[in-house]
């Protein structure tokens, strides 16, 4: 069997892994408490859900790249409503399905294999998808390690490195941390990579999920070299129907297209009218706030009391944690584990070794299920 080198370089994608221990915990009848995997629990609305049945036409035809000017629309309103930014949903929005399909691909439309500024400078720890897009695109991987509060400052990297990059990846509110980037952040970024003449993607599919301040967008900010990807997957609990939305430069959007009509990749038009609905009401997604708050209040107050640190964790849908003294992320999770409490060890996001003392949290199971874990791991020493 003769594999494409760069696939084969790739380790185990990290949710491969925590599922499979996940399964034979369960296999063996060991209760578990699952703050693994970013899945939410709480059902899609019901009026989301309603809207997929009549959308299935009797002759379901191939849906375009472009997608129906509903779906597009309904983005448009809610990025005028949620960031005041005025976006023409005819040449600046994209439907996709999800937001991982779309930062994997997103290399593929600056990157040249054989070229020497064939650079993606990703935060790491961060989404691992920007390193494993990078790779299979041929381009040059190029981690920016994160410590301290978290936040990603591209004005740090070095010149030579800035002027051999194509392509920068921000993440706010992070991947796993939850740190955010200010507006001033957002704008420094933007300058720098004008000035490098670098596309810079902004990932932002949990702008709509955080706990105390809104963050900002770095459309906000800028409107020329910028791309940014959001997600409804926790907006509104839709992982499964995988649809996203991509927005930005004009430019950029309509290369950005053509890349994306020689895979085919659109959702269903069954899709995008749930996702239409979806993002045409900021209801649900208030009251969905509310309930990873009231976790993310439960689990911090344990936290805290047991004596754990928590870092950032200011936004998005996670909690980042200090191992206690005597553990790194590694042996703090898997001991956890032995408890039947799940969790991501840091390093599972991160290509150096700035995840190590670290462990994330999802905040999936509900409230019950968390009080029921804090008692599991309190016994934890």
């Known amino acids: 069997m003769r594999l494409n080198p760069r696939l084969a370089a790739l380790p185990t994608y990290p949710t491969v892994i925590l599922d499979q221990k996940r399964d034979a915990l369960l296999a063996a009848g060991r209760p578990v408490y699952d703050f693994g995997t970013g899945d939410p629990t709480e059902p899609t609305p019901a009026f989301i859900r309603a809207r997929v049945g009549p959308a299935i036409p009797d002759n379901c035809r191939y849906p375009t790249v472009l997608g129906g000017k509903d779906v597009r629309e309904a983005f448009a309103g809610w990025a005028a409503r949620r960031f005041g930014v005025v976006l023409d949903p005819a040449t600046q929005v994209l439907p996709s399905s999800g937001s991982k399909e779309a930062v994997f691909h997103l290399p593929l439309l600056v990157i040249d294999p054989d070229a020497s500024d064939r650079a993606v400078v990703f935060p790491d720890p961060g989404y691992s998808v920007y390193y494993r897009g990078a790779v299979l695109a041929g381009g040059e991987p190029v981690p920016q390690r994160l410590d301290g509060d978290f936040r990603q400052r591209p004005w740090d990297l070095p010149t030579e490195l800035l002027r051999r990059t194509r392509l920068l990846w921000i993440n706010s509110p992070h991947n796993p941390s939850g740190a955010v980037l200010s507006r001033d952040d957002l704008r420094r970024t933007w300058e720098l990579c004008r000035e490098h003449d670098i596309l810079l993607a ?26 940014a990807i959001f997600s409804l997957s926790k907006r509104s609990g839709m992982t499964g129907y995988r649809t996203g939305m991509i927005a930005g430069d004009a430019r950029w959007m309509k290369k950005l297209r053509e890349l994306r009509t020689n895979p085919g990749l659109a959702p269903q038009d069954f899709v995008n009218a749930a996702a239409a609905t979806a993002w045409a009401d900021d209801d649900h997604a208030e009251e969905r706030r509310g309930l990873f708050r009231a976790k993310r209040d439960l689990l911090a107050g344990f936290l805290t009391g047991h004596g754990l640190q928590i870092v950032a964790s200011e936004a998005s849908f996670y909690l980042w944690v200090r191992a ?30 700035a995840g190590d003392p670290y462990i994330r949290l999802a905040l999936v199971p509900d409230l019950d299920t968390c009080r029921a874990a804090c008692q599991v791991w309190s016994g934890v020493r």
């Not at 902004?202 to 791309?227: H, K, Q, R």
């Not at 005597?326 to 991160?350: C, H, K, V, W």
């Open 202 to 227: 902004s990932d932002e599919c949990y702008a709509d999920t955080w706990f105390d301040e809104p963050p900002p967008s770095i459309l906000e900010v800028a409107s020329e070299g910028v791309i």
């Open 324 to 353: 206690p003294s005597g553990y790194n992320g590694q042996r703090y999770a898997e001991r956890l584990l032995d408890a039947g409490i799940m969790t991501n060890p840091g390093s599972a996001f991160a290509v150096t070794d």
